[in-house]
């Protein structure tokens, strides 16, 4: 009898525990700052587009089509940068001048950005 006495005390205190440990979490997981994500990047004589979690390929594949090695090394997502900031995530192997361009396999977006697809 003392035995099941004794287990449904921790039962009980163990649950009360569970609780307490569930309600900091939410409290914490509701004190977490808001990150202003970049949302949109315009490109030139096209509606802007959403940007996509992850390098700026993901969001510009479909207006990249030469596009094809996702490793900094064929310069085929290369685009020229009017505004906005980008970061670079991978080293470009291929030659791209960082002041004005960037690779979208390489980079992510920092802010909304405004860019130029070369033809
Ligand atoms: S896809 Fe080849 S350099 Fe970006």
Redesign the pocket.
Known sequence: MIFLIAFLALSLLAGVALTLWGLLQLARHRKAPKVNAPNTISIEDHEALSIEPGVL?NTLWAH?P?????????????VQLLSGNVKWVQE???DVNRGTHF????CVAQTDLHCRIPT
């Open positions: 390929l990249l030469n596009a094809e090695c996702q490793a900094g090394e064929c310069g085929g997502c290369k470009p192997v291929v690779l979208a396999c390489s």
